[in-house]
T-cell receptor, first 115, second 114 residues
Framework: GESVGLHLPTLSVQEGDNSIINCAYS??????FIWYKQESGKGPQFIID?????DKRQGQRVTVLLNKTVKHLSLQIAATQPGDSAVYFC??????????????FGKGTHLIIQP | NAGVMQNPRHLVRRRGQEARLRCSPM?????VYWYRQLPEEGLKFMVY????????ESGMPKERFSAEFPKEGPSILRIQQVVRGDSAAYFC????????????FGQGTRLTVV
């Protein structure tokens, strides 16, 4: 399943399919980006990060892509599993309104895995 | 190795009361960040502290909110004279070094003002 457009509040995919969650950021000066997963009633959990001098980084089943030209960040999850159901937030670090030292979070995308 | 510990997990206060939220960072971490999350929204940065110092409080409301991170003990986020609009989840994160690299979040305190 692939999200259409940006900032979809909910993305529903079939178990086993790949998921792509998109995020746009506003500050071209941001130099560090993180994806977090937040399950209901819990704190954000670090998934993967990327610095602005890279355009791709891979982890276990996850890949983050950074397109600085259009200020776009995406998270790809391969072979989604029921445990991937959560809200996913992108966050940027930089002088972007999140404070000089704080992260600025996006609104989040709720990923739902269909059996 | 315990993670970031926040307490209480849930806090109910009447309007006008004070709320105190506590955060114990991970062992070896001396940098603490507080964030607020409203329902269906992302986290909003509030304040960044090191031991005995407030480094950046640009996200803190000007009135009623204060934070500290003493030499000994947990970091405290204090909200005086709470109002209904203060109802939210408050998250603390800690890191070993400057910046948000490898910052780990606690489970949050859910404040409800009635």
């Amino acid at each position: 399943g692939e999200s259409v457009g940006l900032h979809l509040p909910t993305l529903s995919v079939q178990e086993g399919d790949n998921s792509i969650i998109n995020c746009a950021y506003s500050n071209s000066a941001s130099d560090y980006f993180i994806w977090y997963k937040q399950e209901s009633g819990k704190g954000p959990q670090f998934i993967i990060d990327i610095r602005s001098n890279m355009d791709k980084r891979q982890g276990q089943r996850v890949t983050v892509l950074l397109n600085k030209t259009v200020k776009h960040l995406s998270l790809q999850i391969a072979a989604t599993q029921p445990g991937d159901s959560a809200v996913y937030f992108c966050a940027e670090e930089g002088y972007s309104g999140g404070g000089a030292d704080g992260l600025t979070f996006g609104k989040g995308t709720h990923l739902i895995i269909q059996p | 190795n315990a993670g970031v510990m926040q307490n209480p997990r849930h806090l109910v206060r009447r309007r006008g009361q004070e709320a105190r939220l506590r955060c114990s960072p991970m062992k070896g971490h001396s940098h603490v960040y507080w964030y607020r999350q409203l329902p269906e929204e992302g986290l909003k940065f509030m304040v960044y502290l090191q031991k005995e110092n407030i480094i950046d409080e640009s996200g803190m409301p000007k009135e009623r909110f204060s934070a500290e991170f003493p030499k000994e003990g947990p970091s405290i986020l204090r909200i005086q004279q709470v109002v209904r609009g203060d109802s939210a989840a408050y998250f603390c994160a800690s890191s070993r070094s400057l910046g948000n690299t490898e910052a780990f979040f606690g489970q949050g305190t859910r404040l409800t003002v009635v």
